[in-house]
């Protein structure tokens, strides 16, 4: 557990209210300055929004967006961003959170009334509960392989048949998730924080470059990095590269699908086999070019896997192949089974 | 002055256009003047293109001993490609840029021309997928993904043109490349490359010989797959025996001090950095038993064929179109990208020395059968002889 001070964002009146009956300190925009209540400095406002896709970690904002942090940091210690759903400062928290491991929350939407702070606790320090530990390293253990099951959002049953399936071929699984996961063991919590997922090398500085053009790009192509998931990959790659961790089997359990370029991550950094798993998937856009660009990029995460599996006939060709000679298939808890069997054999015969 | 093109005008039996060649002091593309060479050897008169980017002066020609270059900058190519055409010779293009695809589209009557694939031309970049990492593709993806679809537009009416002749080295990757165009390929060939078993010359490898295994690659790329064989090797260090192996790594590439860090140390691993010429290859292969070829992609495996054709038990992966090559009589076959697979493959030669002679005199005649003179070079003097008729 640790200790956090609220601090909230809002430009709501009744929501000011709220929080200054609980001695929260409140933040508010004035045109183009960000005043803190209780606070003579001010703070120039870098633009009406943050928006990290929109180029708010670029050169010339960021030093601003980071003076706003390192301002409030001045002024309230251990800082949790108290933010109403929707908020021009969104990205501002999970910025926070990625770079200076802050926290950050939501303030609920009371129907017909607006934001409210009545679903936060109203003592004056907030206590965050701890990031659960992670997991020991996975290491090598003679006659047992290892799988790592990637998965992001409600936990689903097919998520636990291929745990399921592992186990009862004597895998030990690891999970990695983007939520705690309750009653289920080595359980690696990687959050999502959406674009911020980009800043994670970058310390409080502007945004990597690489990252901010690809961005700008992004936007302009509808990329499916834009989705759910699609910058999870980043987190997930800076959460396992420096760790020790080794795994037979990598399961990228979609949807959704964004994070699924982990698959060529997974090959490369642990020699591990791939499995790229769609238990539904969506109907591919109406519009021919938005359809074209997706099947493209679902086409190179199926060219990293060793195997792409559907749940059922129908959703079997809805799937972009990825080759020739490559096959989709559908795998129920047998067929899982047998499957995670024999890519989890290093063994060599020879003929 | 005479027009640099003139000689191009004049009736040849072939005119080569490359976008690299070998002459001078650059390298590159080997197997095209290994080629040229042979076409030479057979009695056949012709010139090479080379339109290469880095050519920054106007056509001149240089003298070389298999036959005349042309160098040319790119912007020079229509005026060399209609002066060949004027000549009437037969037009043989090697790895072609989308940019000369079409004007070689535009410009040769079909059934004058072929065209050779050799693997990235007309291939998605994605194959390859672990060349890159996370973050150096998200700065390139777009440069990338540019030149997928500026090398898929060219081929689609290429790959269509019934007259042209479409020369691939492997039926895999001719299907690929297919799949990856999204249309199915007219007037194919499939031709590999010579393997030259003069060169590599096939000496059968006897039990005892197990025990000198050589890994010879390339670690410029990730798909060169060099770092497999190398945690292999570090895995069987920790098997009974291993000190009784003599272990020789030789290659080069921006990966390769990484790679090879962890098996320096070994005092029965001898570790060189460096190129080796076709001659040091072939004497290195004749001096081991075992030649770790391991790969993540190869669209036919020259260098597993020269291992083989010298009669090296060879070790590789069966991806791609390597198991058009090789079997399990000619080859270990571990799976790919399994460093524990391909270890095992190692230490069960170590264990049953007597299959030596068997797999190296299999290797070594597969070879010949399937890579030898009359299966490539003949019938691409074949197929010049039917452009020029």
């Keep these: 557990m640790s200790l956090h001070s609220p601090v909230v964002f809002t430009d709501d009146p009744a929501l000011t209210s709220e929080a200054r009956a609980r001695r929260w300190p409140v933040v508010s925009r004035d045109g183009a300055t960000l005043r803190m209540s209780g606070v003579r400095q001010s703070a120039p406002l870098p633009e009406p929004n943050m928006d990290i896709t929109a180029g708010s970690l670029t050169d010339v904002a960021a030093g601003g967006w980071k003076f706003v942090l390192d301002w409030v940091a001045k002024y309230v210690h251990r800082p949790l961003l108290v933010l109403e759903p929707g908020s021009w400062a969104g990205d501002l928290g999970r910025w926070a959170e990625a770079t200076r491991g802050w926290g950050w929350t939501e303030a609920s939407e009371v129907p017909g009334k607006g934001p409210s702070l009545s679903g936060l606790d109203s003592a004056a320090l907030a206590e965050l509960p701890a990031a659960p530990e992670p997991p020991s390293p996975a290491d090598r253990i003679p006659g047992r392989g290892r799988m790592l099951l990637v998965r992001h959002g409600e936990w689903t049953e097919r998520q636990g048949a291929w745990v399921d399936a592992a186990e009862r071929i004597g895998l030990l699984v690891d999970i990695a998730s983007d939520r705690i996961l309750d009653g289920r063991d080595r359980v690696h919590v990687v959050a999502d924080l959406g674009p911020a997922n980009l800043t994670l090398d970058a310390g409080t500085g502007p945004l990597d470059p690489a990252y901010a053009l690809a961005l700008a790009r992004a936007v302009d192509s509808g990329d499916p990095t834009l989705g759910a998931a699609g910058h999870w990959q980043v987190a997930l790659e800076h959460w396992f590269k420096p760790r020790p961790d080794d795994f037979d089997v990598v399961v990228l359990a979609g949807p959704p699908v964004g994070f699924f370029g982990f698959g060529a991550f997974a090959s490369r950094h642990w020699y591990a086999r791939v499995v790229i798993d769609h238990a539904t998937h969506a109907p591919w856009p109406a519009d021919e070019t938005a359809a074209l660009l997706l099947k493209d990029w679902e086409q190179g995460w199926h060219l990293a896997a060793d195997a792409v599996t559907v749940a059922d006939e129908p959703t079997l060709g809805q799937v972009a192949p990825s080759g020739p000679d490559a096959t989709v298939e559908v795998a129920d808890g047998a067929r899982m089974e047998t499957l995670l069997q024999v890519l989890s054999d290093h063994s060599f015969t020879a003929m | ?389």
Aim: glycine share 6%; net charge neutral.
């Design chain 2, 1 to 389: 002055m005479s027009d640099p093109f003139d000689q191009l005008r004049a009736r040849h039996d072939f005119v080569l256009f490359a976008v690299t060649y070998p002459h001078g002091w650059r390298t590159g593309s080997e197997f095209v003047r290994q080629r040229v060479r042979a076409y030479a050897a057979a009695g056949l008169e012709g010139v090479v293109v080379d339109y290469s980017p880095l050519n920054v002066e106007s056509a001149r020609w240089q003298p070389e001993d298999d036959a005349p270059v042309l160098s040319i900058r790119a912007d020079q190519l229509a005026s060399a490609i209609d002066a060949a055409v004027a000549g009437g010779s037969a037009l043989l293009a090697h790895s072609p840029t989308p940019v000369a695809i079409d004007e070689l589209r535009a410009r040769v009557p079909g059934g004058r021309l072929a065209i050779w694939f050799h693997g990235y031309e007309v291939r998605d970049y994605r194959r390859l997928h672990g060349n890159t990492d996370t973050h150096t593709l998200t700065a390139i993806r777009h440069i990338r993904d540019g030149q997928n679809r500026d090398r898929f537009k060219a081929a689609a009416p290429l790959f269509a043109d019934p007259a042209i002749t479409k020369v691939f080295v492997s039926a895999t990757q001719r299907r690929h490349s297919e799949f990856d165009v999204g249309i199915p390929a007219t007037n194919t060939r499939i031709i590999p490359n010579f393997i030259d078993d003069d060169t590599y010359r096939a000496r059968v490898r006897q039990p005892g010989e197990e025990r000198r295994i050589l890994l010879l690659r390339s670690f410029a790329t990730h798909n060169y797959a060099g770092d497999i064989a190398v945690k292999a090797l570090d895995l069987c260090s920790r098997r009974d025996g291993f000190s009784d192996l003599a272990i020789t790594i030789r290659g080069y590439g921006a990966l390769f001090r990484e790679a090879v860090a962890d098996v320096r140390r070994f005092d029965n691993v001898t570790v060189t950095e460096g190129f080796s010429s076709t001659a040091q290859m072939a004497a290195l292969y004749d001096a081991h038993g075992v030649a770790l070829v391991p790969t993540r992609y190869d669209t036919q495996g020259v260098m597993l064929g020269e291992a083989m054709a010298s009669g090296a038990v060879t070790i590789t992966n069966p991806v791609a179109a390597i198991p058009e090559f090789t079997d399990a009589k000619s080859s270990l076959v571990p799976r790919g990208n399994d460093p524990r697979a391909f270890a095992d493959a190692i230490w069960h030669l170590i264990g049953h020395p007597e299959v030596m002679p068997k797999m190296s005199t299999a290797a070594a005649e597969r070879v010949r059968a399937q890579c030898g003179r009359d299966q490539t070079i003949g019938l691409e003097l074949e197929l010049i002889k039917e452009l020029s008729a």
